[in-house]
């Protein structure tokens, strides 16, 4: 009759079990903030790549249109305190209401031309709780008050030389080389909706010549339009300070 061996295997004791749990969490702890940065890394990465392909497009665009940028209407914004046209502020609205169907403006109009799909235009960071309604309507261009993406787009805002050729846009007013397009949009103005793309603290700016870049922000709130400022001329602030990281 055959013979049962008695098994030596032990078992975990409770302290050792609470060792191997404290280094597991020890571990969780250490690989967690790891993972966040990695996955702020890469939506950054996707963010630039994005404001790369819109500057990308501008000159799709501008070689098809006799070297022009792509601009908004011509015609004044309603409601405004002064006369002033679409095409003349820069702005990251993309698309107007209206009667029978809805107008794109400012870089949005690329997406009218089929140079960049409604993606393109907003941020995978974009804390704006309003994105992805506005990311639908650039879609399916079922527009309520007006559509507003995750990039600023300069327009003909700050060009000394007062026309759309890429070639010949001057200098602002601070006398430096017009260099920046497009940007990171982030906003706490008072009335408006906030938007801040990677919390604020960095801003991809694209360039005339085609180039695209990340940058830290050298101060608080550099490129932020800001609880009281005036839109307008904080604005032209900000198109200055994204010349100045070019020049």
Do not use: W
């Amino acid at each position: 009759m055959p013979t049962r061996t008695k098994s030596t295997r032990r078992a975990f004791t409770l302290i050792e079990l609470l060792v191997v749990i404290s280094i597991i969490s020890l571990l969780v702890s250490i690989l967690l903030p790891s993972l966040a940065r990695a996955k702020d890394l890469a939506r950054e990465a996707t963010c630039l790549t994005r404001v790369s392909g819109q500057v990308k497009a501008v000159h799709l665009y501008a070689a098809e249109n006799n070297s022009n940028i792509p601009t908004g209407p011509t015609s004044n914004i309603p409601f405004f305190p002064f006369p002033v046209r679409y095409c003349d502020l820069a702005s990251n609205q993309i698309l107007l209401t209206g009667t029978p169907s809805v107008a794109y403006t400012s870089h949005g109009v690329l997406m009218g031309k089929d140079c960049l799909s409604a993606e393109m235009m907003f941020c995978p960071d974009d804390d704006s709780e309003h994105a992805e309604g506005e990311l639908e309507e650039a879609k399916t261009l079922v527009v309520n008050f007006g559509t507003f993406c995750s990039y600023i787009y300069r327009q003909l805002d700050e060009v000394g030389s007062g026309t759309a050729n890429l070639d010949n846009l001057g200098k602002n007013t601070n006398g430096d080389r017009v260099s920046a397009l497009i940007f990171d949009a982030n906003s706490r103005l008072n009335g408006q909706p906030i938007r801040f793309n990677h919390r604020g603290e960095k801003i991809n700016i694209a360039f005339v010549d085609g180039s695209a870049n990340t940058y830290e922000e050298q101060e608080k709130d550099e490129f932020f339009l800001r609880e009281n400022d005036n839109p307008v001329t904080r604005m032209d602030e900000l198109l200055q300070a994204a010349d100045k990281r070019r020049q």
